[in-house]
């Protein structure tokens, strides 16, 4: 995605932490727990596939290597409680997962930044499975503005405001080069989102109460590499 030359100065928001919550008690939930859930719906909804009725934390703990004890403890945010000797009931803990998750809910979203990368998102229609709905993309290409890719209408980013209220979404995925970060931000949060998922390595800030979702592969890159211990030169 091109763009105009990125506005200059400090940004506008203040960088913050949002605590994640459960949606139905408000506990606060630790992000560790909360990033561990999906591992144990992939796990449950392959049970379930299987036709297995229950399944206990002690075998979840030996498929993911994860402690019972830590297991137990991450379910109990979900308010479920397992059998004596028996386990949890696998249809029952697949459902919690993906109601607790919001996996269940559509959630309706846009992204900035129509090229590859997002190009990519745009197309992966595995999403959905997991609730969210991607319903247009922005750009200033003019090669991109004005097309439809992959089914979805691609609008010029100066449209963001009256888009977004217009397609009812909340949502929106950043998928912009680095030097835009920022300003494309702004747009969106302007926009109304509510929850940015930010794919660009700059860790953009943005008011209270708007949800930042970090996912850099650069970074993830840079782990696994330094994990590697040097690597192909």
Same mark, same amino acid.
């Given at each position: 995605?091109?763009?105009?030359?990125?506005?200059?100065?400090?940004?506008? *928001?203040?960088?913050?932490?949002?605590?994640?919550?459960?949606?139905? +008690?408000?506990?606060?939930?630790?992000? @560790? !727990? $909360?990033?561990?859930?999906? *591992?144990?719906?992939?796990? #449950?909804?392959?049970?379930?596939?299987?036709?297995?009725?229950?399944?206990?934390?002690?075998?979840?703990?030996?498929?993911?290597?994860?402690?019972?004890?830590?297991?137990?403890?991450? $379910? +109990?945010?979900?308010?479920?409680?397992?059998?004596?000797?028996?386990?949890?009931?696998? @249809?029952?803990?697949?459902?919690?997962?993906?109601?607790? $998750?919001?996996?269940?809910?559509?959630?309706?979203?846009?992204?900035?930044?129509?090229?590859?990368?997002?190009? !990519?998102?745009?197309? =992966? +229609?595995?999403?959905?499975?997991?609730?969210?709905?991607?319903?247009?993309?922005?750009?200033? =290409?003019?090669?991109?503005?004005?097309?439809?890719?992959?089914?979805?209408?691609?609008?010029?980013?100066?449209?963001?405001?009256?888009?977004?209220?217009?397609?009812?979404?909340?949502?929106?995925?950043?998928? #912009?080069?680095?030097?835009?970060?920022?300003?494309?931000? =702004?747009?969106?949060?302007?926009?109304?989102?509510?929850?940015? *998922?930010?794919?660009?390595?700059?860790?953009?800030? !943005?008011?209270?109460?708007?949800?930042? +979702?970090?996912?850099?592969?650069? !970074?993830?890159?840079? #782990?696994?590499?330094?994990?590697?211990?040097?690597?192909?030169?």
């Amino acid at each position: 995605m091109k763009r105009r030359p990125a506005r200059r100065g400090k940004c506008r *928001w203040r960088r913050h932490e949002i605590p994640i919550m459960d949606n139905n +008690s408000q506990d606060m939930i630790p992000e @560790p !727990a $909360l990033r561990r859930l999906p *591992w144990y719906l992939a796990y #449950v909804s392959l049970l379930h596939e299987r036709k297995v009725e229950y399944v206990s934390s002690t075998q979840i703990s030996r498929e993911l290597k994860v402690d019972a004890s830590q297991i137990a403890k991450d $379910l +109990s945010f979900l308010d479920i409680k397992g059998k004596t000797r028996i386990g949890y009931e696998v @249809p029952l803990l697949e459902h919690k997962l993906e109601e607790f $998750l919001g996996f269940k809910r559509r959630h309706r979203a846009v992204i900035a930044g129509a090229g590859s990368l997002g190009g !990519a998102l745009m197309q =992966d +229609s595995g999403l959905t499975r997991y609730g969210l709905e991607i319903v247009a993309g922005f750009d200033v =290409d003019a090669a991109l503005v004005g097309s439809v890719k992959h089914g979805l209408p691609v609008f010029h980013v100066d449209e963001l405001k009256d888009r977004c209220r217009e397609l009812n979404a909340g949502i929106g995925i950043l998928a #912009v080069p680095v030097e835009h970060a920022q300003e494309v931000a =702004d747009s969106l949060i302007e926009a109304g989102v509510r929850a940015i *998922w930010n794919f660009t390595p700059y860790r953009i800030c !943005a008011p209270e109460g708007v949800v930042i +979702s970090n996912t850099s592969i650069y !970074a993830h890159l840079a #782990v696994m590499y330094n994990r590697m211990g040097g690597g192909e030169s």
